[in-house]
């Protein structure tokens, strides 16, 4: 005879550590609104009309709002990743395990030079 | 003297749980398993839990302190100043008191095969089985785990579905598929790669936070989702059916 507790759909809710997991898993929401908008971009081209509709609802505060909101939890998500990415594929040269922090680094520095790469297509149109 | 609760669970006078204070001494050094001892010996022989070692070596003290997996004897009651609530162990089967069932959690251990199994890359038999310090650094995180069950109480997806494998005994796997002397990855694959193996797996990441011996489980199941992945992708372009699915 013995009993066992059933896990309720609120478990989450009970430590903090698990509030953090769903928070990371929650920035998948404004991320998809922010493709479905890109995504309703592309079909407008082919009309100009509608194209100057998705300007507009591009510029509606409110989108621009989520949109904001997209980019900050991408990045949130991007810092767990980060730092889960060493202990998932941790990197060996010969005997010497490279520490975490290194790969943390790398990762960053990537994200920057995308960033600087498109600053520099949209500030100066690809000219220096 | 402070207060303590402790859900009880006496089947054969009620079949619900009930939670119960005692009143027990503590100094600077009282670990929760001291309470409990003190409990039985002093307050109420009908206490039913289980320990050994009392040096978290033998992994047999596991409880929830106030929602949270820990080892009794490595956990002490000064931690806790206020409220202090021990229960058994979480999405295990509950027996009596703070007794829980341990065979899911050993069937697990048991269908990853967790020893050396001998092939092209064992030794003659005749012969010592040589691995340098660098081949033993590879795994030795992974084998120092000692089976007390905290990683499958944290785990959520465990405590969803009680079939997956889990982040012990996937640890494990990895600890000998990653051996030198081992040759038994091929057979460890087919578990690992089924729909309970590694891929129930969403790296929640509790397991790595509560393990009393720093094996880092998470790690071990992510870099298990790689090789899984590899193994299928040969297994697809060998044209071989994808083993163990289902198991
Ligand atoms: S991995 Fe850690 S928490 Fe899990 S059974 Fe082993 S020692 Fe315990
Ligand atoms: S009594 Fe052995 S691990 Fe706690």
Redesign the interface.
Known sequence: MSYKPQLTGSWWLKHRFFKAYMLREATVIPLAFLLCSLLAGAFSLQDPERFQHWQAFMSNPLVILVHTLALTTSLYHAATFFVLFPRVMPIRVGNYQLPARYLVLAQWGAVWLVVALFIWLFAFGGQS | MRSIQVLR?L?EES?Q?FLQSFQVPVTDSTSVLDALNYIKESLDPTLSFRWSCRMAICGSCGVMVN??PKLGCKDFLRNYPNDLIIEPL??????RDLVV?MDSFLRHLEAVKPYLIEGKNAADSSQPNRQTP?QM?RYQQFANCINCGLCYAAC?QF??NPEFTGPAAIALAHRYNLDSRDSGKAQRMAPLNSKNGVWSC?????CS?VCPKGV?P??AV??G??ESAKSMLIQLFSGRAIGGAGQ
Do not use: M, R, S
Not at chain 2, 90 to 95: M, R
């Open positions: 669970y089947p079949p749980p929602g949270i979480a999405h295990l089967p509950v027996e069932n660098a650094a959520p405590g969803l969403t790296f929640v990441g509790f936070e880092d998470a790690a992510n870099q989702k790689v």
